[in-house]
């Protein structure tokens, strides 16, 4: 027995192991992707394809909008406007916060029920244990749309503001970029003594799995606001940063990733902050 009827525009990777994991758990599917080829293996498999957006959004009340970005989005949503009043879309497009509350706008414009995704996972984590997908937009929309939507993962609906979700993302993929970038960085310096990528990530990963514990007692001093925990200051830091630096030259590796965090630590320290615990760093991040 069917669950239900979805549309999905897009079959990139992403898109396409969505459609899979629809169709096992028995939703009935319409497909529509610019390259029509991409449509076939999902035919042979059980869905329906559609020859234009128009076709793929007439056949469902749920659509899912799995593109490249938030200009493709809006260049295949907006000529159907019309056609979508009263239907609920779920965006899983990777966009800013801004390009989603644009988006949520547009569609509130419409009579279009909105949803905003990020999918913090893998196309071959889709379906398994560890995928996440973040939500934010009409709760109304999460709410007819959830059971579908718990098929790809654990789905957490977190607010109504539809950049939530998107600004999550973008958070986490950040601390993620930054923590690989410092990866590359010791790899690249171990390597000057003959030292493998694989054992130097061995090393990198126990030693990170010891600290991150920590992060949450780091955070709290940031939430206090004062920073003068006694903790570790700013001229500690700044004297551990050029360290680092200074090493990383001297094996003939260009220090560029350590700098940014450099830079900060020596603006507070000129301008009196020397003794402020070093998560002072914080409250230079926001642009003025």
């Given at each position: 027995?069917?669950?239900?009827?979805?549309?999905?525009?897009?079959?990139?990777?992403?898109?396409?192991?969505?459609?899979?994991?629809?169709?096992?758990?028995?939703?009935?599917?319409?497909?529509?992707?610019?390259?029509?080829?991409?449509?076939?293996p999902h035919v042979k498999a059980g869905s329906t394809a559609a020859a234009t957006v128009a076709a793929?959004?007439?056949?469902?009340d749920l659509i899912l909008v799995v593109l490249l970005d938030h200009a493709s989005v809006r260049e295949?949503?907006?000529?159907?406007?019309?056609?979508?009043?009263?239907?609920?879309?779920?965006?899983?497009?990777?966009?800013?916060?801004?390009?989603?509350?644009?988006?949520?706008?547009?569609?509130?414009?419409?009579?279009?029920?909105?949803?905003?995704?990020?999918?913090?996972?893998?196309?071959?984590?889709?379906?398994?244990?560890?995928?996440?997908?973040?939500?934010?937009?009409?709760?109304?929309?999460?709410?007819?749309?959830?059971?579908?939507?718990?098929?790809?993962?654990?789905?957490?609906?977190?607010?109504?503001?539809?950049?939530?979700?998107?600004?999550?993302?973008?958070?986490?993929?950040?601390?993620?970029?930054?923590?690989?970038?410092?990866?590359?960085?010791?790899?690249?310096?171990?390597?000057?003594?003959?030292?493998?990528?694989?054992?130097?990530?061995?090393?990198?990963?126990?030693?990170?799995a010891a600290m991150l514990p920590h992060g949450k007692a780091l955070a709290a001093i940031i939430d206090?606001?004062?920073?003068?925990?006694?903790?570790?200051?700013?001229?500690?830091?700044?004297?551990?940063?050029?360290?680092?630096?200074?090493?990383?030259?001297?094996?003939?590796?260009?220090?560029?990733?350590?700098?940014?965090?450099?830079?900060?630590?020596?603006?507070?320290?000129?301008?009196?902050?020397?003794?402020?615990?070093?998560?002072?760093?914080?409250?230079?991040?926001?642009?003025?």
């Amino acid at each position: 027995m069917s669950q239900g009827t979805i549309s999905i525009l897009g079959l990139g990777n992403m898109g396409s192991v969505m459609t899979e994991r629809l169709r096992a758990a028995g939703y009935t599917t319409t497909v529509w992707n610019r390259t029509a080829a991409k449509t076939e293996p999902h035919v042979k498999a059980g869905s329906t394809a559609a020859a234009t957006v128009a076709a793929a959004v007439a056949a469902s009340d749920l659509i899912l909008v799995v593109l490249l970005d938030h200009a493709s989005v809006r260049e295949h949503l907006d000529p159907v406007a019309a056609e979508l009043e009263g239907k609920v879309v779920v965006n899983l497009t990777t966009t800013t916060p801004n390009e989603a509350r644009d988006t949520a706008a547009w569609a509130a414009d419409h009579g279009i029920v909105y949803l905003d995704g990020a999918i913090m996972a893998t196309p071959d984590m889709i379906g398994e244990a560890g995928s996440l997908l973040f939500y934010s937009g009409s709760e109304n929309a999460y709410a007819i749309a959830r059971p579908a939507l718990e098929t790809f993962g654990t789905a957490q609906f977190v607010g109504t503001d539809a950049g939530v979700a998107s600004l999550k993302d973008m958070a986490l993929l950040s601390a993620m970029d930054l923590m690989f970038s410092g990866f590359v960085q010791a790899i690249a310096m171990m390597r000057t003594a003959g030292a493998t990528a694989v054992d130097t990530a061995v090393e990198v990963e126990a030693w990170l799995a010891a600290m991150l514990p920590h992060g949450k007692a780091l955070a709290a001093i940031i939430d206090g606001g004062t920073y003068d925990t006694g903790g570790q200051n700013v001229d500690f830091a700044l004297t551990g940063s050029t360290s680092m630096i200074t090493a990383s030259r001297e094996q003939g590796i260009r220090a560029d990733l350590l700098e940014s965090h450099h830079k900060f630590l020596k603006e507070l320290s000129a301008t009196g902050h020397g003794n402020s615990d070093w998560l002072r760093v914080i409250e230079l991040l926001t642009i003025r």
